[in-house]
């Protein structure tokens, strides 16, 4: 009864290959994010959707892109992925209609640049 | 702005002593506060949160914090460690005027020793 969903759970790509992250939701939210957790750090947001409202982090690199085509999938797309990206990449969804909703996260996707 | 701080990176109990993990935040109006837990290779996973109302919260797993306005402190606590407890622990801040953009903290690494 998973509700939001990361695949794959561990991503190896090359060096300036570009790289597709996708997530799913069932709990039908309204607001999609993405999160990027480097080792022993705090997850650091990147970007959000609000339905098909998207927002960029001031300090998001151009180098990540995300696509929202429908309210139950998300995508993460690094173009040109270097060493520095690698580290665990988080889904999460949160209702939008209630400010004080907790985030709820998939297991996230681990991201090897080699 | 917000800002959400985690005193101690690292913390040891033995099994069946108290946990205590202390979080101050910072806020120029009213919060939301969370506490969530990263197993190894998965994603946050909520604990509590507080919205409005009692200041006492209690979570999953025996975990309950305490919302402390004159302190700034959301501490977590469990009266009694578990072995299943070893894991990562992040309070996060959100605003409560609005706004999707949880803030977290560095997190605190739980060890708990037999």
């Known amino acids: 009864d998973a509700m939001v969903i990361q695949n794959p759970r561990y991503q190896v790509t090359q060096f300036g290959k570009p790289v597709t992250l996708s997530c799913s939701q069932t709990?039908?939210?309204?607001?999609m994010y993405w999160y990027q957790q480097k080792s022993s750090q705090a997850p650091k947001l990147l970007f959000h959707y609000y339905d098909k409202d998207f927002n960029n982090e001031a300090d998001t690199p151009d180098n990540f892109q995300s696509r929202r085509p429908n309210t139950s999938f998300c995508f993460l797309d690094i173009r040109s992925p270097g060493l520095g990206d690698a580290a665990m990449y988080l889904c999460?969804?949160?209702?939008?209609?209630?400010?004080?909703?907790?985030?709820?996260f998939g297991q996230g996707t681990r991201l090897t640049v080699v | 702005a917000q800002s959400v701080t985690q005193l101690g990176s690292h913390v040891s109990v033995s099994e069946g002593a108290l946990v205590l993990l202390r979080c101050n935040y910072s806020?120029?109006?009213?919060?939301?506060l969370f506490w969530y837990v990263q197993y190894p290779n998965q994603g946050l996973q909520l604990l509590l949160k507080?919205?409005?109302?009692?200041?006492l919260v209690k979570g999953i797993n025996g975990f309950e914090a305490e919302f402390k306005k004159s302190e700034t402190s959301f501490h977590l606590t469990k009266p009694s460690a578990h072995m299943s407890d070893a894991a990562e622990y992040f309070c996060?801040?959100?605003?409560?005027?609005?706004?999707?953009?949880?803030?977290f903290g560095a997190g605190t690494r739980l060890f708990v020793k037999a």
């Open positions: 709990l039908n939210h309204n607001v």
């Open positions: 507080y919205t409005t109302g009692a200041t």
């Open positions: 806020s120029s109006v009213p919060p939301y």
């Open positions: 999460a969804t949160s209702r939008g209609s209630d400010m004080n909703t907790e985030a709820f």
């Open positions: 996060a801040v959100s605003p409560y005027t609005g706004g999707f953009k949880t803030i």
